[in-house]
C-alpha cells in the first residue's frame, strides 16, 4: 500500500514540474495578464514623428514585456522576431524599418531577427521600435481609431530539454485617429479653425510646416472661388448661416493669393502664415 501511494506522490511532482516548465516564459501588454502565446491585440496611442530617414510610427517597448517565469538564468529563454511581420491596414503598402534588440531591419522583415535572452523574473520591456520610411517630402494617410496598422510575429525556444517552443503574434492597433506622415515633412495641424472678425477684418492662420532635413517646399490653394481672379473664396457655410456680400482672400506676406499658384516656402521650418 505505501508503495502505491509513493508513486502517486512521485507521479504528482512530476506532473506539477511539467506544469510548471509550459508556463516558464510570459509576457504582458501594458502591465495587464500574464501571456504565455498566441495571438495578442496592443493598444498604441499613436503621435508620430518625423526623423531624419524615417519617422517614428511607435515605440511597443513602452507597451510589451516579457520574462522568465523560473528566474536566476536557470533556463533562459532565447526570443527572436519572425519574417512575415509587417505593416497592415493603411500602411499596408509603406515600407519601413524595425529597431530590435540594437539592430535595426528592413520593414517587413524578410529574415529572422537576432536573438534577445530573457533569463529574469523581472518584466523586461522588449526593446522594439518601429519606423516609416519617407516616401518624398510631403505628405500622409489616415490612420482611423481601431484599425491594425501592423503585425508582428514572434518566437521564443528556452534552453533545456526540447525548449518549449512558442510563438506569438502581436497586433498593433491604434488606439486614436491620426495622419501619419509618409514624407520628410509634415505641417503642425490639419484642421485650423480660425474665427473671422467683424468687416472689415483679417486674422492669422495658425500654420506651420516643419522638415527633418533640408527641402525646398512650396504650396498651393484649392478650393471654389467666386471671381476671375481666383481670389475670392466661396462661402460654403450652411444657408442659415451664410454671410452675404462678404468674400475671403488669403495673404501671405502681404500678397493675396491665387487659387493654383505655386508659393515658394524656402528651406526648412516655415510659417505659412507669415
Known amino acids: 500500500m505505501g508503495k502505491t501511494i509513493s508513486i502517486k506522490v512521485l507521479f504528482g511532482i512530476y506532473l506539477l514540474l511539467m506544469a510548471g516548465k509550459v508556463f516558464a516564459f510570459s509576457c504582458n501588454v501594458d502591465g495587464?495578464?500574464?501571456?504565455?502565446?498566441?495571438?495578442?491585440?496592443?493598444?498604441?496611442?499613436?503621435?508620430?514623428?518625423?526623423?531624419?530617414?524615417?519617422?517614428?510610427?511607435?515605440?511597443?517597448?513602452?507597451?510589451?514585456?516579457c520574462w522568465n517565469d523560473y528566474g536566476g538564468w536557470y533556463d533562459t529563454d532565447h526570443i527572436n522576431l519572425v519574417q512575415g511581420s509587417a505593416f497592415a491596414g493603411s500602411l499596408q503598402s509603406y515600407k519601413g524599418s524595425l529597431y530590435w534588440n540594437n539592430v535595426t531591419y528592413p520593414f517587413p522583415l524578410t529574415t529572422n531577427t537576432n536573438v534577445l535572452d530573457i533569463g529574469d523574473k523581472t518584466p523586461m520591456p522588449l526593446p522594439l521600435k518601429l519606423y516609416i520610411t519617407p516616401v518624398g517630402a510631403a505628405g500622409g494617410v489616415v490612420i482611423k481609431a481601431g484599425e491594425v496598422i501592423a503585425r508582428i510575429h514572434m518566437y521564443k525556444i528556452a534552453t533545456l530539454g526540447s525548449g518549449n517552443p512558442r510563438n506569438f503574434t502581436w497586433n498593433i492597433i491604434s488606439n486614436n485617429s491620426v495622419v501619419m506622415p509618409t514624407g520628410g515633412c509634415t505641417v503642425d495641424s490639419r484642421n485650423v479653425t480660425v474665427d473671422l472678425p467683424d468687416f472689415p477684418g483679417s486674422a492669422e492662420i495658425p500654420l506651420g510646416v516643419y522638415c527633418s532635413s533640408e527641402q525646398k517646399l512650396s504650396f498651393y490653394l484649392s478650393g471654389?472661388?467666386?471671381?476671375?481672379?481666383?481670389?475670392?473664396?466661396?462661402?460654403?457655410?450652411?444657408?442659415?448661416?451664410?454671410?452675404?456680400?462678404?468674400?475671403?482672400?488669403?495673404?501671405?506676406?502681404?500678397?493675396?493669393?491665387?487659387?493654383?499658384?505655386n508659393v515658394s516656402l524656402g528651406t526648412n521650418a516655415s510659417q505659412l502664415s507669415n
Not at 41 to 64: C, E, F, K, W
Open 32 to 65: 495587464g495578464s500574464s501571456i504565455g502565446a498566441g495571438t495578442t491585440s496592443v493598444y498604441v496611442n499613436l503621435d508620430p514623428v518625423i526623423q531624419p530617414g524615417q519617422n517614428l510610427v511607435v515605440d511597443l517597448s513602452q507597451h510589451i514585456s
Open 224 to 261: 471654389a472661388t467666386t471671381d476671375s481672379s481666383r481670389q475670392v473664396f466661396a462661402n460654403t457655410a450652411p444657408d442659415a448661416t451664410k454671410a452675404s456680400g462678404v468674400g475671403v482672400t488669403l495673404m501671405r506676406n502681404g500678397k493675396i493669393l491665387a487659387t493654383g499658384e
